[in-house]
């Protein structure tokens, strides 16, 4: 398959989770992962009385604690299902349809802070994903910073398939047997499709039980990707919330929470091309 087709078949399995009717009901929540309260309350000065841009925000679960701190909150996700809801769940709430790959809607250097949670940049193919980064680091301010979570190559099961959890309680076993088959069912379609390049691999994991394709990097890979962007990571969280030093071992965790500080000064390869 080309380059162009993958992303493509890529989208296509990701539109069908995401676009769904009744898609927002999965992210009608209003709790934070740990990793995600461990950040908000080490950078909160970055994000408290500032201007804030939630990016593929769901059903609001980060809405819940950023919007009512901010100065300026602005929500953006580009499935239609999940804008809608948003905006009956919280009609005060500016939320609108944007793309990650594509912030033109925004000026340059308009945000503080940005924020992405649970995997959104892990959505898309490789292009997609470098343009992401920097259209990010495009709207937000020298100094300003982006945290998102993103899913890490060097995790122990990065690779595995699905497996039926054992539970001697009958309901639970009958809902772990369910799990599995649809997992199962799910794997058995997308797994054709899974990637492994140099430094990325496009895999399904437990996620929409297998269904969609997510993008894997180590954080080293991440690291250099985001300082290609001018984004210089300032700090990892593992799943747990624990603050992990570079070089240490993180294959525990199935994804990483980094925040990155968009560096001062024009970064020619993405200032000039905006210029034009
Ligand atoms: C895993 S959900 C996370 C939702 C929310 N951030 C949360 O943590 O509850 C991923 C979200 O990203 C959105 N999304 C997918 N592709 C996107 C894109 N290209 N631009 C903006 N949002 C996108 C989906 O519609 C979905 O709402």
Redesign the pocket.
């Known amino acids: 398959m080309t380059g162009g087709a993958m992303a493509a078949t890529q989208q296509a399995t990701?539109d069908a989770v995401?676009q769904a009717r009744g898609a927002y009901r999965r992210?009608a929540a209003n709790f934070l992962y740990p990793a995600e309260a461990a950040c908000l309350l080490k950078y909160q000065p970055r994000f408290c009385g500032r201007d804030v841009l939630d990016?593929?925000?769901?059903?609001g679960?980060?809405t819940h604690y950023l919007a009512p701190l901010a100065r300026r909150y602005e929500a953006?996700?580009?499935?239609p299902v999940?804008v809608a809801y948003l905006k009956r769940a919280m009609p005060g709430v500016s939320a609108r349809e944007?793309?990650?790959?594509d912030l033109r809607m925004f000026d340059a250097d308009a945000f503080d802070c940005a924020f992405a949670?649970?995997?959104?940049i892990d959505?898309f193919s490789h292009q997609d994903r470098l343009r992401a980064m920097s259209e990010v680091r495009r709207v937000l301010r020298p100094g300003g910073i982006i945290a998102f979570c993103a899913h890490n190559l060097r995790y122990g099961r990065a690779f595995s398939g699905p497996r039926l959890e054992w539970s001697s309680n009958p309901a639970s076993l009958a809902s772990n047997c369910a799990k599995f088959l649809a997992g199962a069912w799910n794997h058995l379609r997308v797994a054709r499709l899974r990637l492994i390049a140099e430094e990325y691999a496009l895999l399904n994991d437990q996620g929409h039980f297998y269904a969609c394709l997510h993008y894997y990097a180590s954080r080293k890979t991440v690291t250099a990707q985001l300082e290609k962007s001018g984004l210089r990571v300032i700090d990892v969280f593992d799943r747990a919330g624990h603050s992990l030093e570079e070089g240490e071992d993180d294959s525990h965790t199935p994804h990483l929470m980094y925040v990155a500080e968009r560096q001062p000064g024009r970064l020619s390869c993405i200032d000039d091309q905006r210029a034009q």
């Open positions: 990701i995401y992210y990016i593929g925000v769901g059903a679960r980060t953006i996700d580009y499935s999940m944007a793309d990650f790959r949670s649970d995997n959104v959505l």
